[in-house]
């Protein structure tokens, strides 16, 4: 082969082995969003001459993460840095207490929202059995600067424990981003109490596994001894995404109310002092 026809080889073979296909996001992001840079590279002219060089031209995306487009002030108060569609999936529900004989899979919790200090709305209430994490409980595009805070508790003897949320100095609601460590006293990964359905969401070494555009909104409701073995961030698990693109499905309205059935689900105990109107009621 002559020297004009390695040329044309090399610039074709540069061509074709520089274009970068897109890469999808793990599928515990819930957000269709690069994680490693794509993009394409090309050559021109793709035919070149003996002595001569072709110009690469090249166009990289980065993928956004988490920081890029909110800030979360420990222990999990999520503020906006620009328009971002927020939805809400339940990832585990699973109380245990202390001393309890109770199977924590039946234990109801409450899962409630606020958005830019109003009220807490109730985004969940049900036992292990209601958790669909396929499921949106909340889709909403909200403002830049608009803050988020989650608050949860569940129902003992037929009453509502204390109310904890991410805006609480006590850090028994926090928010995590891709690779945060759980801040328990021990291993939650090598300890064999991690939740079957929050080992996708954790690594070998503990740390939090998710999307880059993700949020894991983990609770500890019941135990208030942060140096407890049973103070483990494992009573409820949410996953918050973050988008520029609406992510709504199985009824919900952008209003982030069902859509089915509004306000005929059940809230918990107490009767008309806990409104539903916020609750998903598919179920």
Known sequence: MNRNKLAVSAAALVTSALTVPAVSAAPNSGLDIPVKPIGAMSATPTVVQTGTHP???????????????????????????E???????????????????????????DLRMSVDGSSYDQL?????????PSHTLYTKKLNSGSTVNFGSRYVKDGA???????????????????????????????????????????????????????????????????GSGNFDYQDAAFLVSLSTK??????????????????AGSGGPNGAEDPSGGVDDEK
Not at 183 to 207: H, I, Q, R, W
Request: glycine letters at 8%; charged letters at 15%; a negative charge.
């Open 55 to 81: 110009t690469l031209n090249w166009a990289i995306v980065y993928p956004s993460k988490v920081s890029d487009v909110a800030t979360i002030s420990p222990p999990g108060q999520i503020t906006l840095n």
């Open 83 to 109: 328009k971002l569609y927020v939805s809400v999936r339940p990832v585990h529900v699973g109380v245990t207490e202390s001393g309890s004989s109770t199977d924590p899979s039946t234990v109801p919790v």
């Open 124 to 132: 969940f209430y049900g036992d292990a059995s209601d958790v669909d």
């Open 160 to 226: 509502w424990t204390p109310f904890y949320t991410t805006n609480s100095a006590n850090a028994q609601v926090i928010a995590l981003t891709d690779g945060s460590a759980i801040p328990t006293t021990f291993d939650l990964s090598s300890s064999g109490k991690l939740a079957e359905n929050l080992k996708p969401y954790v690594d070998g070494s503990g740390n939090v596994e998710i999307g880059p555009m993700s949020v894991l909104i983990l609770v500890e409701a019941a135990e208030t001894d942060q």
């Open 246 to 263: 609406n992510n709504n499905g199985h009824g919900n309205n952008l209003d982030g109310v069902d859509s089915s059935n509004p306000g």
